[in-house]
């Protein structure tokens, strides 16, 4: 009964902590920045470097961390002020059973290739549904603000990788080149 009423104290201390608070780091003219989707059951890794390199990965989703905050709806985004996008303003909307959505925004360096790498594995009521690892590579341009997901579509996967631009006061997502990457080993 006492680890249980444990367990429960410090989940509950999680879901009542704040969110940090908001620390906007506007993008240089060696710097761009990208935000990335992440939820239970759904893994992405950002590779900063291009190269799968184990050395210089960032989990943004798919860590048991991660995995976790999700399941207890805990999970809080993690912002350094890129204009809010129709993906941010209806987040809720990719929440599903037990998987809370959330985002993560990181500083990436401009005109060198950068991969990430996602995939989606999901066992909510005793049906499996997964998508093979998606994996794809683009070089972001200085100054600008990029936005990745994988969007789960009925029967199969979308990567998406979309520049964030300011038309006339409003936000518009431009679909970005990208090429597939060397599969990480």
Same mark, same amino acid.
């Not at 943004?60 to 995995?67: H, R």
């Not at 905050?69 to 809720?92: C, D, H, W, Y």
């Not at 499996?128 to 969007?151: M, S, W």
């Given at each position: 009964?006492?680890?249980i009423? %444990? ?6 201390? #999680? !879901?009542?902590?704040?969110?940090? /608070? ?5 993008? &240089?003219?060696? &710097?761009?920045?990208?935000?990335l ?16 390199? $184990?050395?210089?990965v ?5 860590g048991? !961390?991660?995995? =976790? ?9 993690q @912002?350094?002020?890129?204009?809010? &996008? /129709?993906?941010? $303003? ?8 037990? @998987?809370?959505? +959330? ?10 290739p ?5 995939? =989606?594995?999901?066992?909510?009521? !005793?049906? +499996?549904a997964? %998508?093979r #690892?998606?994996?794809? &590579? ?7 603000? +990029? ?7 009925? !029967? =199969?996967?979308?990567?998406? #990788? ?8 409003? *936000? *518009?997502?431009?679909?970005?080149? +990208? $090429? /597939? ?5």
């Amino acid at each position: 009964m006492f680890k249980i009423s %444990c367990l429960l104290s410090v989940v509950l201390l #999680i !879901g009542c902590s704040s969110q940090p /608070p908001r620390q906007e780091i506007m993008p &240089t003219d060696e &710097t761009a920045r990208i935000r990335l989707f992440g939820q239970n059951g759904i893994m992405v890794k950002l590779y900063r470097n291009g190269a799968h390199d $184990k050395d210089d990965v960032e989990v943004v989703s798919g860590g048991l !961390g991660s995995a =976790f905050a999700s399941f207890t709806r805990t999970a809080s985004n993690q @912002s350094i002020g890129m204009p809010e &996008t /129709p993906n941010v $303003k209806n987040l809720s909307k990719r929440d599903g059973i037990l @998987s809370k959505a +959330y985002f993560r925004e990181y500083v990436i360096k401009a005109g060198q290739p950068v991969a990430l790498s996602m995939s =989606f594995r999901s066992n909510p009521s !005793g049906t +499996y549904a997964y %998508c093979r #690892i998606i994996e794809r &590579t683009f070089v972001p341009e200085a100054g600008k603000d +990029y936005e990745a997901a994988l969007d789960i579509e009925p !029967g =199969f996967c979308v990567a998406r #990788i979309n520049k964030i631009l300011i038309q006339d006061g409003s *936000v *518009v997502l431009q679909p970005v080149e +990208y $090429k /597939p990457s060397e599969p990480h080993r």
